[in-house]
């Protein structure tokens, strides 16, 4: 028991050695000691213990917390925006063919293979059209107006970024391409024109210019054109990553693939990318996550995403005054998203790391 | 050279690839001048068909909206060539300071800088363009000023701003005491990781909107006052001998930063700062004891509905300048920190060797090899701040997009409003990084 004591007290030292190991530092613990509990307990008190979790505004009434019960009310909003309710079957079986292919992902064994990959990526235009629907196949149409809330945003974030990559790999080689001024000159003007706008402005462009550009005949509509927005700008985005991992390579590897008598394409695919790809893989991932955050700015050109929705549900007369409580769910749904693909990516380069020390 | 002429007689035309790399080219730019050229014709069409003209003639006419943020400018309607000059002005400052700092040393910038100001100060007197405000019957260009004037003005305070917390935050994330640390952390984590629009509306509708109301004003101090319209503080208010002790001040600056530069070349710049500001300050307070018509301070007063006199931080301001600082500040701390990080451990070692304290250490060893690593990162964070101020236009602060939506709703001319916008922030980035790449070059040389 003693020796127990002993044990965890010398377990202890180094931390009350980090706590108050100097006057000064003790007076800084106690000081943080005190504003962090403050903090917590208000919080506490306010999200929890003061709060309200009915459905109705009634329940809101009488606490001086947080009330819930707007979230209790409008969640189906959140998650599909306006989505006619007796198609919603529809974006819950999307969601479970999307679940089932981002699986294979999740299992180390089967991350690598190129089919689970193409796979997933397979399912998207699938998933589109179960979305949208076609007559032929007995399916309503749902156009994409009617598409809102996390059903939006992941839309948003997904389609754009798999149309973003290749975009942004060919500007990336475009750029780069020594041999063809011409080509390169208009990647270079493409990308840094798109990469000195903001974001906002792409997409209030791209809602206000496309349908100047365009003959008139063109069925667009905004959610249409934010996403070719959203596209353009991720794509010289990824340009620019995807750019600094081709300078990564060793002009050695273009020569060898050359010896080896490979073609342009042939040596992009086989040799350059693979090994250009893999050394800037936390940047690619870091603006995946900056460009799910992106996605919350349609809301400035009218559309209703995660975002959208939270604020409509705050406009909403029978909700009027409840800003803070939508915000902050949706705010922690966003968190939890980039929280999460931050992590997967740090996994994935600690792993990789870590096998390239023991292959050595 | 010689190889072309003696290259035995090869394969067919189609098969030189230098041959094959022009044709590819030619076809490349045909494809794109064809595009170009279709879409000229269908906007043409588009354009004529909206009975919308072509051109910046626009620029000049009414603009017919108000703005809710302004600040007055010396660009008085029409007097394009005056506020082209003031552009160009700023751009040959820059210059001048990027190519003489390195020569002159920190006093000799600081001094062409003070100079210059004096130097516009006159300037402003002899000219006497006049400070003006935006107005619905004013012109188009001058709400691009307007606009313009606002994201510097929330760029510039944002940037200082998340730069100190950042340090401050990127500093405690490697603290030794846990506490300290786990909250760096934690802040980061959730700044980072929420999209910074939620962060702005969460100030705006959630904090800043639900203050009390102008009757029930936050009352500090009766010196200002806090409501649902803003934060009303006293303001400096120019008397009949404001310039006058302005350009004393900035004679004494003068003065001092050539002195610094002529005595202590070899001064940091932070200290030449200071001397210079403080002897700067000591000259206008000496001043205003003689010329009592200098500067008065002028209260907020309830007059009516809303509060008058003294300067206002509108709830727009206030919630994006809050949201652009707290997210921006996260990204710095994660800068400041893999900097100081990448300080290798030797260096703390032989300052703790030398007899340096821990805060020492952090001053004189440490930073200055840090800021080395965190300055082209910290350039580019400057530079999405600028960017992201654009969000201004979800909660109404007329920055630049705001006002570039506005204009084209007003008047169609969207690609020219492009140009301008495309323009605009190209001149940002450039300004922004042509600073900044001033002084990573003077911590490079101060080093090596």
């Keep these: 028991m003693v020796a127990g004591l002993a044990t965890a007290g010398r377990r202890l030292r180094p931390l009350v050695r980090a706590l108050a190991g100097t006057p000064g530092n003790a007076l800084l613990s106690l000081l943080f000691f005190v504003a962090i ?47 006619p309710m007796e198609e919603r079957w529809r974006v819950a079986s999307a969601a479970v063919v999307v679940l089932a292919a981002a699986l294979p992902f999740a299992l180390p064994a089967l991350r690598r293979a190129r089919p689970a990959a193409l796979a997933a990526v397979a399912t998207i235009p699938g998933v589109l059209l179960l979305l949208y ?228 | 050279m010689s190889a072309t002429a003696e ?92 190519g003489l700092a390195g020569r002159l040393g920190s006093g000799g910038a600081l001094a062409i800088g003070a100079a210059l100001c004096l130097a516009v100060l006159l300037a402003n007197r002899a000219l006497n363009p006049g400070f003006e405000s935006f107005a619905p019957d004013r012109s188009f260009l001058f709400a691009i000023a307007t606009a313009l004037a606002n994201t510097v003005k929330v760029a510039a305070l944002g940037i200082v701003l998340a730069t100190v917390l950042g340090f401050l935050i990127g500093i405690a994330r490697l603290a030794a005491n846990p506490l300290v640390r786990g909250t760096a952390t934690v802040y980061v984590e959730i700044f980072r990781n929420v999209p910074l629009l939620i962060q702005v509306f969460f100030w705006y509708f959630a904090v800043l909107r639900t203050l009390p109301g102008v009757r029930a004003s936050i009352d500090v101090l009766g010196i200002a006052a806090i409501n649902n319209r803003g934060i009303f503080l006293p303001r400096l208010v120019p008397g009949d001998a404001a310039a006058t002790l302005v350009a004393i001040g900035l004679a004494a600056a003068l003065l001092a930063a050539l002195f610094v530069a002529l005595r202590a070349p070899r001064l940091s710049l932070l200290r030449t700062g200071a001397i210079v500001l403080a002897s700067g300050a000591a000259a206008v307070a000496g001043g205003a004891l003689v010329l009592p018509d200098g500067f008065a301070l002028e209260y907020p007063r309830l007059t009516g509905f809303n509060f008058s006199g003294g300067m206002v931080i509108t709830p727009e301001y206030g919630a994006l300048l809050l949201g652009l600082t707290l997210y921006t ?90 140009v301008i916008a495309l323009l605009i922030y190209m001149g940002l980035s450039l300004g922004v990084s042509a600073v900044l790449n001033w002084y990573n070059a003077r911590i490079r040389w101060s080093l090596v």
């Design chain 1, 37 to 83: 509990g403050w903090a917590v307990l208000r919080l506490w008190r306010w999200a929890v213990a003061e709060a309200a979790f009915g459905t109705t505004p009634e329940s809101c009434r009488a606490v001086a917390g947080a009330c819930w019960s707007v979230i209790a009310d409008m969640w189906p909003l959140f998650l599909v925006g306006l989505y």
């Design chain 1, 133 to 360: 629907g076609s007559p032929a196949l007995g399916l309503p149409v749902v156009g994409p107006e009617k598409w809102g809330g996390l059903l939006l945003t992941l839309v948003l974030a997904v389609v754009g970024q798999t149309l973003a990559f290749p975009l942004g790999v060919l500007l990336a080689l475009a750029r780069t391409a020594r041999e063809l001024p011409v080509v390169r000159f208009a990647a270079v003007c493409a990308i840094e024109a798109v990469r000195s706008l903001p974001l906002v402005l792409v997409l209030l462009l791209a809602t206000l210019i496309m349908p100047v550009f365009l003959p008139a005949t063109l069925p667009l509509n905004t959610m249409v054109m934010a996403q070719i927005g959203f596209v353009i700008f991720s794509g010289a985005a990824f340009a620019e990553i995807v750019r600094g991992g081709l300078q990564g390579v060793p002009p050695a590897q273009v020569e060898a693939a050359a010896a080896l008598g490979l073609r342009y394409w042939a040596t992009m695919r086989l040799i350059v990318l693979p090994q250009a790809l893999r050394l800037v893989q936390p940047a690619l991932v870091g603006s995946i996550v900056s460009f799910v955050k992106g996605s919350s700015l349609v809301v400035a050109v009218g559309l209703y995403d995660l975002l959208g929705t939270a604020m409509l549900a705050a406009a909403n007369d029978k909700w009027v005054g409840h800003s803070i409580e939508p915000l902050i769910t949706v705010g922690a749904v966003f968190w939890a998203i980039c929280f999460t693909l931050s992590r997967i990516s740090a996994r994935w380069e600690r792993e990789r790391a870590m096998r390239t020390t023991g292959a050595r």
């Design chain 2, 7 to 98: 290259r035995p007689p090869g394969p067919r035309l189609w098969r030189n690839r230098r041959v094959r790399l022009a044709v590819f080219q030619a076809g490349f730019a045909i494809a794109l001048v064809a595009v170009a050229w279709l879409a000229y014709r269908t906007t043409a069409d588009n354009l004529a068909r909206r009975r919308i003209g072509v051109g910046f003639g626009f620029l000049s006419r009414e603009a017919g909206f108000s703005l809710g943020e302004m600040l007055p400018l010396p660009v008085p309607d029409g007097r394009f060539g005056l506020f082209a000059l003031s552009l160009v002005a700023a751009a040959l400052v820059a210059a001048a300071l990027k």
């Design chain 2, 329 to 418: 500040a996260a990204y710095i701390a994660e800068i400041v920190r893999s900097g100081l990080a990448g300080v290798g451990r030797g260096q703390t070692d032989a300052a703790e060797a030398l007899g340096l304290d821990r805060a020492q250490t952090l001053r004189l060893v440490i930073l200055p090899q840090a800021l080395r690593i965190a300055v082209p990162p910290l350039i580019s964070q400057y530079l999405s701040l600028t960017k992201d101020s654009s969000l201004g236009i979800a909660i109404g602060y007329p920055e630049i997009v705001s006002v570039t939506g506005q204009v084209i709703n007003q008047t169609g001319q969207a690609i020219e409003m492009l």
